[in-house]
Nanobody
Framework: QVQLVESEGGSVQAGGSLRLSCAAS?????MAWFRQAPGKEREGVAA?????????NYADSVKGRFTISQDNAKNTLYLQMNSLKPEDTARYYC?????????????????????WGQGTQVTVSS
C-alpha cells in the first residue's frame, strides 16, 4: 500500500506559476497528476514512468506550460505549472500505480491508477 501526500496548492493570478509536490511512502513505477474542476470529469495532466524517465506524457492543454519531474531519492513527484490560466483552476490529484500505467497510451485514464492523494486546490484568477 502506497500513500501519496500532496503539497498545498494555492491561488495565483493568470500568468503566474505554482509548483506542486507529491510525496510517496514507497517506490512505485508510474506516477501522474490529474485535475478535476467542478462539474467536470477528472482529467490526466501529466505522467511519468519512473523506470524510464525519458517517457513523459502531457495533456495537450498543458504542453509547454507544465513540467512533471521527480526526485527518486525522496520518492517525490513534482508539477511545475507556469503561465497559468483561469481554466487551470481545479483540484489537483497525485496518482500512482505499479506497472506501466504512465507509459502507455492510456496514461490519462483515472482507472489506470490504484493510489490517489487527497487532492490540493489550485485557483487561477484573471
Amino acid at each position: 500500500q502506497v500513500q501519496l501526500v500532496e503539497s498545498e496548492g494555492g491561488s495565483v493570478q493568470a500568468g503566474g506559476s505554482l509548483r506542486l509536490s507529491c510525496a510517496a511512502s514507497g517506490y512505485i513505477h508510474s506516477m501522474a497528476w490529474f485535475r478535476q474542476a467542478p462539474g467536470k470529469e477528472r482529467e490526466g495532466v501529466a505522467a511519468v514512468y519512473r523506470l524510464y524517465t525519458g517517457k513523459l506524457n502531457y495533456a495537450d492543454s498543458v504542453k509547454g506550460r507544465f513540467t512533471i519531474s521527480q526526485d527518486n531519492a525522496k520518492n517525490t513527484l513534482y508539477l511545475q505549472m507556469n503561465s497559468l490560466k483561469p481554466e487551470d483552476t481545479a483540484r489537483y490529484y497525485c496518482a500512482a500505480a505499479y506497472g506501466t500505467a504512465a507509459y502507455g497510451g492510456s496514461w490519462y485514464l483515472p482507472s489506470e491508477y490504484n493510489y490517489w492523494g487527497q487532492g490540493t486546490q489550485v485557483t487561477v484568477s484573471s
